[in-house]
């Protein structure tokens, strides 16, 4: 089972840009679907965005879609969420989280099974 270590949260104005990251443990990275969420204050845990094991597919929420881009390099064991026209909506926790799945189905039907400690994402206006 992997571990997931998150970074490159912090404080930005809105219109600008952060990247995540989230580095794995193990040797299976690459066999996993990973996927990033986020929970604001008072809020539900959402998906923000989700990525297939070789990087093929990918899945955004309506509400990031233009703006944030998920990626992966398994060379590194590293999955990436770049954040650009960041909106005061958009302050949060940020988790990545780990799936056993064998192919990337949309948001509602991913079970994952591994997460991350979070990392904070605040947006001022």
């Known amino acids: 089972q992997v571990q997931l270590i998150e970074s490159g949260g912090g404080l930005v104005q809105a219109g600008g840009s952060l990247r995540l990251s989230c580095a794995a443990s193990?040797?299976?990275?690459?066999?996993?679907?990973m996927g990033w969420f986020r929970q604001a204050p008072g809020k539900e845990r959402e998906s923000v965005a989700a990525?297939?094991?070789?990087?093929?597919?990918?899945n955004y929420a309506d509400s990031v879609k233009g703006r944030f881009t998920i990626s992966r390099d398994n060379a590194k064991n590293t999955v990436y969420l770049q954040m650009n026209s960041l909106k005061p909506e958009d302050t949060a926790v940020y988790y990545c989280?780990?799936?056993?799945?064998?192919?990337?189905?949309?948001?509602?039907?991913?079970?994952?099974?591994?997460w991350g400690q979070g990392t904070q994402v605040t947006v001022s206006s």
């Open positions: 989280a780990a799936s056993g799945a064998q192919r990337l189905l949309p948001p509602g039907l991913m079970k994952y099974d591994t």
């Open positions: 193990g040797r299976t990275f690459s066999s996993y679907v």
């Open positions: 990525i297939s094991q070789r990087g093929a597919f990918r």
